[in-house]
């Protein structure tokens, strides 16, 4: 019996075994697709697909700069658990990843599944990473940053838990810039500015932090014995004191600097611009950490290696 391409996909759905693999059982078994599925099953490849809805809120982020820093990739891959996330394997896969990532720049992330790699695709080399390692894994989301007049400088932290990229533009080629670099990256990866200025600040943001803080001033106003009570527009005043001070905290070049706490990020910048005799601007930001915004399940040590003899 023909084995066609629609055949294969089929089974490729339903097991998450890999392309190859899929073929060969179907043909083994004549085009029987139930046959095909327990065979896959007997021998072990189709344990991505049972894996699939089990969470992968640990992980690792691998970062990658072009040779002459105006390109990088940044790529979050995650595993169950942390203890599959240390595996020389994983990280491997992880730095070849990022690497392929940089090289073949793929337009979103069907796209990077589908790419060539070891052979096979992406999508087929993961299939059989979860099948080996025993647990579900994931690419959760990647980014490119490229500089064309300017520079990137990337940092990682925590052994790959949080890792940062800061596109700088300028005309310098100046050592100095990517000392500058590395320490807004640094402070990006501490701090977690969402946003590079007030500029950048979207209205939505905006409005939703001033009504929380307009009731929590208007709240505390409240509070105060009748006598005491200041006036609304003495309040609101308040409340956009607290607007500001809150942006700075959320905004890069207003944050306090990590190393010099006297000064802010965008007064560092200016000191460069200054010794540099050139301008500097930090044209983008891009910080991901392992897991944040995934619902972690609670897991201790003892559970965590019992399911790895488990498997």
Do not use: W
């Not at 690792?60 to 394997?89: H, P, R």
């Not at 690419?139 to 500089?147: D, I, Q």
């Not at 014995?225 to 959320?250: A, F, H, N, S």
């Amino acid at each position: 019996m023909e084995i066609t391409a629609q055949m294969v996909k089929t089974l490729r759905e339903k097991t998450g075994a890999g392309m190859m693999d899929c073929k060969k059982a179907l043909t083994e078994v004549d085009g029987d697709m139930d046959k095909a599925i327990d065979l896959l099953r007997e021998k072990g490849l189709s344990k991505a697909a049972k894996k699939a809805d089990r969470i992968a809120a640990e992980g690792l982020v691998g970062l990658q700069v072009s040779s002459d820093n105006k390109t990088a990739s940044i790529v979050e891959v995650n595993s169950e658990t942390d203890f599959v996330s240390k595996n020389e394997e994983f990280k491997t896969f992880v730095n070849d990843i990022v690497s392929l990532i940089l090289e073949k720049q793929p337009a979103d992330m069907p796209a990077l599944m589908a790419a060539s790699f070891n052979g096979h695709t992406v999508q087929d080399d993961l299939n059989e990473k979860i099948s080996k390692i025993g647990e579900n894994l994931s690419v959760r989301r990647f980014e490119l940053v490229k500089a064309t007049n300017g520079r990137v400088i990337g940092y990682v932290h925590g052994g790959g838990k949080i890792g940062t990229l800061i596109q700088l533009d300028t005309d310098s080629t100046d050592a100095k810039i990517e000392e500058l670099g590395k320490d807004i990256a640094m402070q990006v990866a501490a701090m977690n500015p969402k946003y590079i200025s007030d500029a950048d600040v979207d209205q939505a943001y905006l409005d939703h932090e001033r009504e929380v803080l307009k009731q929590q001033a208007l709240n505390e106003n409240n509070e105060l014995p009748e006598d005491r009570r200041k006036p609304e527009e003495i309040v609101m005043k308040m409340l956009e004191g607290r607007l500001k001070k809150q942006l700075k905290e959320v905004c890069l070049l207003d944050q306090a600097f990590v190393k010099e706490s006297k000064k802010s990020v965008a007064d560092v910048v200016k000191e460069y611009e200054k010794a540099l005799n050139t301008k500097i601007t930090v044209a983008k930001m891009v910080r991901f950490e392992v897991g944040e915004g995934i619902e972690k399940k609670n897991e201790d040590f003892a559970e965590e290696v019992a399911k790895q003899m488990g498997n």
